[in-house]
Protein backbone atom coordinates (compact mmCIF):
# COMPACT_ATOMS: atom_id res chain seq x y z
CA UNK A 1 0.00 0.00 0.00
CA UNK A 2 2.66 2.76 0.67
CA UNK A 3 5.16 1.02 -2.45
CA UNK A 4 1.86 2.13 -4.37
CA UNK A 5 0.97 5.79 -2.79
CA UNK A 6 4.61 6.52 -3.21
CA UNK A 7 4.46 5.50 -7.03
CA UNK A 8 1.99 8.03 -7.28
CA UNK A 9 2.93 10.55 -5.48
CA UNK A 10 5.99 10.15 -8.10
CA UNK A 11 3.48 10.13 -10.95
CA UNK A 12 2.25 13.61 -10.10
CA UNK A 13 5.52 14.72 -9.36
CA UNK A 14 7.09 13.80 -12.97
CA UNK A 15 3.42 14.80 -14.58
CA UNK A 16 4.31 18.57 -12.28
CA UNK A 17 8.07 19.09 -13.16
CA UNK A 18 7.15 17.74 -17.09
CA UNK A 19 4.53 20.23 -17.36
CA UNK A 20 7.27 23.15 -15.51
CA UNK A 21 9.85 21.84 -18.33
CA UNK A 22 7.43 21.99 -21.26
CA UNK A 23 6.43 25.37 -20.24
CA UNK A 24 9.59 27.02 -20.61
CA UNK A 25 9.84 25.06 -23.71
CA UNK A 26 7.00 26.68 -24.90
CA UNK A 27 7.78 30.22 -24.03
CA UNK A 28 11.36 29.98 -25.33
CA UNK A 29 9.62 29.65 -28.65
CA UNK A 30 7.17 31.97 -28.41
CA UNK A 31 9.02 34.69 -27.20
CA UNK A 32 11.51 34.50 -29.95
CA UNK A 33 14.66 33.62 -27.84
CA UNK A 34 15.14 29.89 -30.04
CA UNK A 35 15.78 32.31 -33.06
CA UNK A 36 19.57 32.54 -31.43
CA UNK A 37 19.80 29.03 -32.71
CA UNK A 38 17.50 29.08 -35.74
CA UNK A 39 20.20 27.25 -37.26
CA UNK A 40 20.12 24.32 -35.08
CA UNK A 41 16.37 24.63 -35.71
CA UNK A 42 17.05 23.79 -39.01
CA UNK A 43 19.36 21.39 -38.58
CA UNK A 44 16.79 19.45 -36.56
CA UNK A 45 14.40 19.76 -39.04
CA UNK A 46 16.37 18.30 -42.01
CA UNK A 47 17.05 14.99 -39.27
CA UNK A 48 13.17 14.92 -39.04
CA UNK A 49 12.82 15.00 -42.78
CA UNK A 50 15.72 12.31 -43.68
CA UNK A 51 14.91 10.16 -40.66
CA UNK A 52 11.26 9.99 -40.18
CA UNK A 53 9.79 10.70 -43.53
CA UNK A 54 10.03 7.90 -45.46
CA UNK A 55 8.62 6.06 -42.29
CA UNK A 56 5.78 8.33 -41.71
CA UNK A 57 4.59 8.26 -45.41
CA UNK A 58 5.12 4.02 -45.38
CA UNK A 59 2.92 3.32 -42.57
CA UNK A 60 0.60 6.07 -43.17
CA UNK A 61 -0.20 3.78 -47.02
CA UNK A 62 -0.26 0.68 -45.17
CA UNK A 63 -2.91 1.91 -42.35
CA UNK A 64 -5.14 3.06 -45.83
CA UNK A 65 -4.74 -0.20 -46.95
CA UNK A 66 -6.28 -1.61 -44.02
CA UNK A 67 -8.92 1.37 -43.76
CA UNK A 68 -9.85 0.45 -47.33
CA UNK A 69 -9.47 -3.70 -46.46
CA UNK A 70 -11.51 -3.71 -43.61
CA UNK A 71 -14.58 -1.02 -44.98
CA UNK A 72 -14.62 -3.08 -48.13
CA UNK A 73 -15.32 -6.44 -46.16
CA UNK A 74 -17.72 -4.54 -43.66
CA UNK A 75 -19.58 -2.82 -45.90
CA UNK A 76 -20.21 -5.95 -48.03
CA UNK A 77 -21.32 -8.03 -44.97
CA UNK A 78 -23.74 -5.09 -44.53
CA UNK A 79 -25.04 -5.57 -48.60
CA UNK A 80 -23.78 -2.21 -48.91
CA UNK A 81 -20.56 -1.78 -50.98
CA UNK A 82 -20.85 1.39 -52.40
CA UNK A 83 -20.89 2.63 -49.02
CA UNK A 84 -17.02 1.67 -48.27
CA UNK A 85 -16.42 5.37 -49.27
CA UNK A 86 -17.74 6.70 -45.47
CA UNK A 87 -15.60 3.54 -43.50
CA UNK A 88 -12.37 5.34 -45.02
CA UNK A 89 -12.90 8.66 -44.91
CA UNK A 90 -13.77 8.49 -41.66
CA UNK A 91 -10.67 5.89 -40.47
CA UNK A 92 -7.93 8.00 -42.84
CA UNK A 93 -8.86 11.12 -41.65
CA UNK A 94 -10.05 10.93 -37.97
CA UNK A 95 -9.29 7.79 -36.48
CA UNK A 96 -6.42 5.40 -37.39
CA UNK A 97 -3.94 8.04 -39.47
CA UNK A 98 -3.32 10.53 -36.26
CA UNK A 99 -2.95 7.18 -34.40
CA UNK A 100 -0.32 5.47 -36.57
CA UNK A 101 1.76 9.17 -36.74
CA UNK A 102 1.50 9.38 -32.86
CA UNK A 103 3.06 5.65 -32.64
CA UNK A 104 5.45 6.14 -35.31
CA UNK A 105 6.37 9.57 -33.78
CA UNK A 106 6.67 8.02 -29.96
CA UNK A 107 8.94 4.53 -31.39
CA UNK A 108 11.12 7.14 -33.79
CA UNK A 109 11.52 10.21 -32.92
CA UNK A 110 10.39 10.26 -29.30
CA UNK A 111 13.07 7.65 -28.17
CA UNK A 112 15.63 8.77 -30.33
CA UNK A 113 15.51 12.05 -28.91
CA UNK A 114 15.64 10.30 -25.50
CA UNK A 115 18.71 8.37 -26.71
CA UNK A 116 20.71 11.39 -27.92
CA UNK A 117 20.21 13.78 -25.24
CA UNK A 118 20.22 11.29 -22.37
CA UNK A 119 23.63 9.90 -24.32
CA UNK A 120 25.00 14.00 -23.99
CA UNK A 121 24.06 14.49 -20.44
CA UNK A 122 25.91 10.64 -18.90
CA UNK A 123 28.70 12.38 -21.51
CA UNK A 124 28.79 15.83 -19.12
CA UNK A 125 28.05 17.88 -22.94
CA UNK A 126 25.32 19.63 -21.24
CA UNK A 127 27.31 20.57 -18.70
CA UNK A 128 29.65 21.81 -20.95
CA UNK A 129 27.09 23.98 -23.12
CA UNK A 130 26.10 25.23 -19.41
CA UNK A 131 29.47 26.13 -18.75
CA UNK A 132 29.77 27.78 -22.43
CA UNK A 133 26.92 30.10 -21.22
CA UNK A 134 24.67 28.63 -23.63
CA UNK A 135 21.18 27.73 -22.47
CA UNK A 136 20.92 24.27 -22.26
CA UNK A 137 16.97 23.70 -22.73
CA UNK A 138 16.65 26.49 -25.22
CA UNK A 139 19.58 24.61 -27.39
CA UNK A 140 18.06 20.95 -27.33
CA UNK A 141 14.76 21.30 -26.49
CA UNK A 142 12.98 24.04 -28.46
CA UNK A 143 15.02 24.13 -31.16
CA UNK A 144 13.97 20.47 -31.23
CA UNK A 145 10.21 21.62 -30.86
CA UNK A 146 9.97 24.03 -33.08
CA UNK A 147 11.50 21.95 -36.04
CA UNK A 148 8.44 19.74 -35.08
CA UNK A 149 6.18 22.03 -35.77
CA UNK A 150 7.80 23.76 -38.71
CA UNK A 151 8.01 19.91 -40.66
CA UNK A 152 5.45 17.42 -39.34
CA UNK A 153 2.16 19.41 -40.60
CA UNK A 154 3.90 18.88 -44.03
CA UNK A 155 4.71 15.14 -43.31
CA UNK A 156 1.38 14.59 -42.11
CA UNK A 157 -1.05 16.00 -44.39
CA UNK A 158 1.39 14.18 -47.40
CA UNK A 159 0.87 10.89 -45.58
CA UNK A 160 -2.79 11.12 -45.17
CA UNK A 161 -2.55 12.00 -49.38
CA UNK A 162 -1.15 8.48 -49.16
CA UNK A 163 -3.44 7.05 -46.89
CA UNK A 164 -6.51 8.27 -49.10
CA UNK A 165 -4.65 6.68 -52.49
CA UNK A 166 -4.00 3.44 -50.61
CA UNK A 167 -7.59 3.28 -49.73
CA UNK A 168 -8.79 3.73 -53.02
CA UNK A 169 -6.66 1.14 -54.23
CA UNK A 170 -7.83 -1.62 -51.96
CA UNK A 171 -11.57 -0.61 -52.27
CA UNK A 172 -11.63 0.25 -55.98
CA UNK A 173 -8.99 -1.89 -57.54
CA UNK A 174 -7.99 -4.93 -55.13
CA UNK A 175 -11.91 -5.53 -53.72
CA UNK A 176 -13.70 -4.08 -56.90
CA UNK A 177 -16.79 -3.76 -55.08
CA UNK A 178 -18.03 -0.56 -56.23
CA UNK A 179 -16.96 1.78 -59.12
CA UNK A 180 -13.90 4.58 -58.93
CA UNK A 181 -17.07 7.29 -59.53
CA UNK A 182 -19.12 5.58 -56.37
CA UNK A 183 -16.47 5.47 -54.24
CA UNK A 184 -15.07 8.86 -54.65
CA UNK A 185 -18.37 10.41 -54.58
CA UNK A 186 -19.28 8.95 -51.09
CA UNK A 187 -15.50 8.85 -49.96
CA UNK A 188 -15.13 12.98 -50.44
CA UNK A 189 -19.19 13.48 -49.42
CA UNK A 190 -18.25 12.34 -45.73
CA UNK A 191 -15.58 14.79 -44.73
CA UNK A 192 -14.57 18.43 -45.79
CA UNK A 193 -11.67 20.84 -44.94
CA UNK A 194 -12.43 21.27 -41.52
CA UNK A 195 -12.00 17.58 -40.67
CA UNK A 196 -8.34 17.71 -42.45
CA UNK A 197 -7.74 20.89 -40.20
CA UNK A 198 -8.90 19.50 -37.04
CA UNK A 199 -7.41 16.05 -37.88
CA UNK A 200 -3.83 17.89 -38.37
CA UNK A 201 -4.12 19.95 -35.19
CA UNK A 202 -5.09 16.44 -32.99
CA UNK A 203 -1.51 14.86 -34.71
CA UNK A 204 0.22 18.08 -34.32
CA UNK A 205 -0.80 18.53 -30.85
CA UNK A 206 0.19 14.49 -29.95
CA UNK A 207 3.82 15.22 -31.41
CA UNK A 208 4.08 18.38 -29.37
CA UNK A 209 3.54 16.08 -26.14
CA UNK A 210 6.04 13.36 -27.57
CA UNK A 211 8.77 16.05 -28.03
CA UNK A 212 8.82 17.71 -24.87
CA UNK A 213 8.15 14.65 -22.91
CA UNK A 214 11.31 13.04 -24.74
CA UNK A 215 13.20 15.86 -24.01
CA UNK A 216 12.30 16.05 -20.64
CA UNK A 217 13.08 12.66 -20.11
CA UNK A 218 16.18 13.14 -22.03
CA UNK A 219 17.65 15.85 -20.35
CA UNK A 220 17.37 14.52 -16.76
CA UNK A 221 18.81 11.06 -17.29
CA UNK A 222 20.84 9.43 -14.39
CA UNK A 223 23.21 6.55 -14.06
CA UNK A 224 24.85 6.10 -17.18
CA UNK A 225 23.96 4.01 -20.22
CA UNK A 226 21.55 1.89 -17.86
CA UNK A 227 19.85 5.70 -17.16
CA UNK A 228 18.83 5.96 -20.94
CA UNK A 229 17.48 3.11 -21.31
CA UNK A 230 15.00 3.44 -18.21
CA UNK A 231 14.54 7.27 -19.67
CA UNK A 232 13.49 5.83 -22.70
CA UNK A 233 11.21 3.30 -21.72
CA UNK A 234 9.40 5.64 -19.39
CA UNK A 235 8.81 8.14 -22.21
CA UNK A 236 7.50 5.35 -24.32
CA UNK A 237 5.17 4.36 -22.03
CA UNK A 238 4.13 8.39 -21.33
CA UNK A 239 3.64 9.37 -24.69
CA UNK A 240 1.61 6.08 -25.70
CA UNK A 241 -0.70 7.29 -22.62
CA UNK A 242 -0.31 11.20 -24.17
CA UNK A 243 -0.99 9.45 -27.90
CA UNK A 244 -4.48 7.65 -26.44
CA UNK A 245 -5.55 10.85 -24.54
CA UNK A 246 -5.44 13.07 -27.05
CA UNK A 247 -7.19 10.89 -29.34
CA UNK A 248 -9.93 10.30 -27.54
CA UNK A 249 -10.35 14.05 -26.21
CA UNK A 250 -9.75 15.54 -29.76
CA UNK A 251 -12.14 13.38 -31.56
CA UNK A 252 -14.95 14.14 -28.66
CA UNK A 253 -14.35 17.95 -29.02
CA UNK A 254 -13.56 17.88 -32.89
CA UNK A 255 -16.45 15.55 -33.55
CA UNK A 256 -18.36 14.74 -30.47
CA UNK A 257 -21.40 17.31 -30.64
CA UNK A 258 -21.32 17.32 -34.49
CA UNK A 259 -20.04 14.00 -36.73
CA UNK A 260 -20.43 15.66 -40.05
CA UNK A 261 -22.01 13.24 -41.23
CA UNK A 262 -24.33 14.46 -43.84
CA UNK A 263 -27.41 11.71 -43.13
CA UNK A 264 -31.21 12.14 -43.16
CA UNK A 265 -30.65 15.69 -44.37
Not at 76 to 97: H, K, M, N, Q, S
Not at 126 to 134: F, N, P, Q, R
Not at 207 to 213: D, G
Request: hydrophobic share 55%.
Amino acid sequence: MVDARNRVEQWIEDFGRVVKFGSEVVVDIFNGRVMTFFGETLRQAGVLIIGSAVVIWTLMFFVGLQCGIEGAYSLRAFGAPAYAGVFTAWCDLREIAPYAFGYMMCAKVGTGIVAEIGSMRINDEIDALEVMGIDSVLFLASTRLLAAWLVLPFLYVTGVAGAFLASYLAVVQQVGDVSSGSYSLIFWLFQNPPDLLFSVIKAMTMATFIVIIACYYGYNVTGGPVGVGTATAKSMVANIVVVHLVGMMGTVFFWGANPRAPIGG
